[in-house]
């Protein structure tokens, strides 16, 4: 079909560049080890943090949900699709976050442009990081709100965007949690207390803070203590929770206005029975099974420790999130092909996602690994690393 020879083009040179890829199937849950290809490698790129996709009481709650409520909803939240068990899991939601109410949204993506969208206009200012998360980027494209972005994690870059926008009605620092690619964490304590002085309003996007920092993985605001004191907390429940979705935890009155005002929430199917049953007993079972994350830092010291000693530059990483550092880009997505060959599936990370010359082999460990796994893991980066130069 003619009409897209343009786009033809354009991947033609990313494949002369060695920057195309293509989609990687999975043949298996996913675990520690998952199936490529006929193949059993090691997992080392998903979120899937705590273990929880397969976790017997998620599984059991999901199926039980099926049973009893069906596939689906078949309707939005706003006419027909909001079940108790929707309710029941942002009141689960809000206790858990200590914020008054929350608001669960398809994807973590969808609740950063439905959040960022509804609650500013032409007389507010944005004032983001310059790394944060493309949804968050993409979020602020969507409102009509004047845009500040400080350099990342600077106090002095914010605090000087904060005095540079005294005339707006109201002024929105919306920062990532935990930084996705680079694993570092967001100065949390400072950016608050720049806030109150200058009387402007936080939002952090804890996506993957939830379910690995704060007590039982409430994130990065009861982290450092700031329950109460940080006004907009977004997260994900397809990272560390395991399943599928978003959500804001705020103040019921803004929640009460995303119900009427968030267009990803108002226009949208609601979570099906068996995603939302999910989701609350995972919840469940991050209050009753701590040394799941206890088990998540063990490993993630000890693969750190390793790719460090071996000679690998890990950048600021601060959580499991560990980038092992290589640069050029078509380097990157070489060596990400040479450890899957010799058994460890790891991701490539390159342009646009970063930023050029600072592509990455970006890796996380979970608490369903090993010791012996991540040892050999270690291995397969240190053969691959050593063949192509890079340590």
């Known amino acids: 079909m003619k009409g897209f020879e343009h786009i033809q083009a354009e991947l033609n040179e990313m494949k002369k560049q060695g920057t195309f890829r293509t989609l990687i199937p999975l043949e298996s849950d996913q675990g520690s080890r998952v199936t490529i290809n006929g193949n059993n490698v ?71 442009q439905g959040v960022l969208s509804a609650l500013l206009n032409e007389q ?19 409102t009509k709100a004047a845009r500040k972005v400080y350099k990342h994690v600077d106090m002095k870059s914010l605090e000087d965007a904060l005095k540079q926008s005294g005339t707006y009605r109201k002024r929105l620092i919306v920062t990532d949690g935990v930084f996705s690619m680079d694993g570092n964490i967001a100065p949390l304590p400072e950016i608050v207390e720049l806030a109150e002085k200058y009387d402007a309003l936080v939002m952090v996007d804890d996506a993957h803070a939830s379910g690995v920092l704060g007590a039982n993985g409430r994130g990065t605001v009861n982290h450092f203590g700031l329950d109460g004191r940080v006004h907009i907390q977004v997260g ?21 206005y995303l119900i009427h005002k968030g267009r990803p929430f108002l226009f949208s199917t609601s979570h099906p029975p068996a995603v939302t049953a999910a989701c609350i007993e995972a919840i469940d079972v991050l209050i009753e099974e701590p040394q799941l994350i206890e088990t998540l830092w063990e490993n993630t010291a000890f693969f750190k420790k390793g790719l460090q000693q071996l000679g690998f530059k890990t950048g600021s990483s601060e959580t499991p999130i560990t980038p092992v550092m290589v640069g ?24 646009p996602t970063v930023a050029k010359g600072l592509a990455r082999v970006r890796t996380i460990v979970t608490a369903e690994h090993t010791k012996g796994e991540l040892t050999e893991a270690l291995q397969v980066f240190e053969k691959a690393g050593k063949e192509l130069g890079i340590i």
């Open 328 to 351: 050029d880009e078509a380097l990157a997505h070489h060596f990400s092909d040479k450890i899957l060959e010799y058994g460890v599936f790891a991701q490539g990370i390159a342009f």
């Open 236 to 256: 994900t429940l397809s990272k560390a929770i395991g399943v599928l979705g978003g959500y804001v935890a705020s103040s019921q009155t803004l929640i009460d």
């Open 42 to 112: 090691i997992q080392l790129s998903s979120n899937n943090y705590l273990g929880l996709t397969s976790h017997p009481r998620l599984k059991n709650a999901a199926i039980r949900a099926v049973e009893a409520y069906g596939a689906g909803t078949g309707s939005v939240r706003t006419i027909a699709g909001t079940f108790n068990m929707h309710k029941q899991l942002e009141e689960k939601l809000a206790n858990f976050k200590h914020t008054e109410a929350a608001l669960v949204f398809q994807s973590g993506f969808t609740t950063n």
């Open 124 to 142: 507010d200012v944005v004032i983001s990081d310059e790394l944060n998360h493309a949804s968050i980027i993409d979020g602020i494209r969507l």
